[in-house]
């Protein structure tokens, strides 16, 4: 399964974007999907997670993102969101999504930047 991370952009302190992550080839809908980030100089991190078919609501979240953004899917567009509120300086980084466990094929991510 290939996924595809797009949405990302420049954003001020205290706004929203929305990422999509779609997936080409494979059963995408049978997969539970997260996504991380890269921030400058720092190791990826785990931001958020959510399950498939009837695990679709497990939803999961760093501790940095609790309360600020929400995973959901789509299953009939086989496709995942990432809705982020409340954007901080700290959230600027590539965002990436991946089938989980993560098994180290990351795909070409999308930028987020957030000035102040």
């Known amino acids: 399964v290939q996924l595809q991370a797009s949405g990302g952009g420049l954003v001020q302190a205290g706004g929203s974007l929305r990422l999509s992550c779609v997936a080409s080839g494979g059963i995408f809908r049978l997969k539970a999907v997260g996504w991380y980030r890269q921030s400058p100089g720092k190791q990826r991190e785990y931001v958020a997670s959510?399950?498939?078919?009837?695990?679709?609501?497990?939803?999961r979240y760093g501790d940095s993102v609790k309360g600020r953004f929400t995973i959901s899917r789509d299953s009939a567009s086989d496709t995942v969101y990432l809705q982020m509120n409340k954007l901080k300086l700290e959230d600027t980084g590539v965002y990436y999504c991946?089938?989980?466990?993560?098994?180290?094929?990351w795909g070409r991510g999308t930028l987020v930047t957030v000035s102040s």
């Open positions: 959510i399950g498939a078919g009837t695990g679709i609501r497990d939803t």
């Open positions: 991946t089938t989980m466990p993560p098994n180290g094929s």
